[in-house]
Nanobody
Framework: QVQLVESGGGLVQPGGSLRLSCVAS????????MGWYRQTPGKERELVAD?????VTAYADSVKGRFTISRDKETVNLQMSNLGPEDTAVYYC???????????WGKGTAVTVSG
């Protein structure tokens, strides 16, 4: 089993920045991609950004130009800038594995933009 541990969430004022990190450990896997999703109460979990094994990135339109995803081996980071109240959510780390063919999720880290 693969474990994902997120860190870096918290409270930040509008216009501020935060950096989320996620470290994968546990069973061996062949990586397809790692990414970040977010969810607010009553809404479905949505993709924020992901990065493929080859380094190709994808972003939700709402975060383009403000968020940057990066990966170093089994760690994926999300640098978030110019945060607004609309970015308030629980952020989940995702790892998509080719072998075994599976999706893994972290427990989530809360980001609150208020002030």
């Amino acid at each position: 089993q693969v474990q994902l541990v997120e860190s870096g969430g918290g409270l930040v004022q509008p216009g501020g920045s935060l950096r989320l990190s996620c470290v994968a450990s546990g069973s061996e896997f062949v990586l397809a991609s790692m990414g970040w999703y977010r969810q607010t109460p009553g809404k479905e979990r949505e993709l924020v950004a992901d990065i493929s094994r080859g380094g190709v990135t994808a972003y939700a339109d709402s975060v383009k130009g403000r968020f940057t995803i990066s990966r170093d081996k089994e760690t994926v980071n999300l640098q978030m800038s110019n945060l607004g109240p609309e970015d308030t959510a629980v952020y989940y780390c995702n790892l998509r594995s080719l072998m075994p063919f599976a999706d893994y999720w972290g427990k989530g880290t809360a980001v609150t933009v208020s002030g």
